[in-house]
């Protein structure tokens, strides 16, 4: 027995969404080269790069150039969303390691301030017993 087609057209139109969503993943695929992204990314790593932030994050500074080597790896197989990804973390990673060696170098500043403060006091200490 035919279906009518009344209930045939449900289907063809699932079907034509189907097919519609299909195109638009594949669109996806076909992503443009992150070139802005990777050249900020690439900048921020650079700055990054300094002998204090070496220094003082080189764990976070080591994160953020090993994701934008990721990132241009990504390029190279052609996968630009994971290449965005990575630029876009490589740079986040980059300014993280930038105050994190910032504060390092504050907190070391703080305690060297402590401990002068601390002999300064022990210094006038024993002038006044004398």
Do not use: I, W, Y
């Not at 594949?26 to 050249?39: H, N, R, T």
């Not at 969303?81 to 390092?104: C, G, S």
């Amino acid at each position: 027995m035919a279906q009518p087609s009344s209930l045939r057209r449900p289907a063809a139109t699932l079907s034509c969404a189907f097919g519609v969503g299909l195109m638009l993943l594949g669109g996806c695929a076909s992503a443009p080269v992150p070139k802005e992204q990777l050249a900020v990314a690439e900048a921020a790593v650079k700055q990054a790069s300094s002998t204090a932030t070496g220094e003082g994050a080189p764990l976070e500074l080591r994160v953020a150039t090993d994701k934008l080597a990721g990132a241009r790896a990504a390029v190279a197989s052609g996968d630009m969303v994971r290449a965005r990804q990575l630029a876009e973390q490589a740079e986040l990673d980059a300014r993280v390691a930038e105050l994190h060696a910032q504060t390092t170098r504050s907190r070391k500043a703080a305690e060297e301030s402590q401990n002068a403060a601390r002999a300064l006091s022990e210094e006038l200490d024993r002038k006044a017993v004398r």
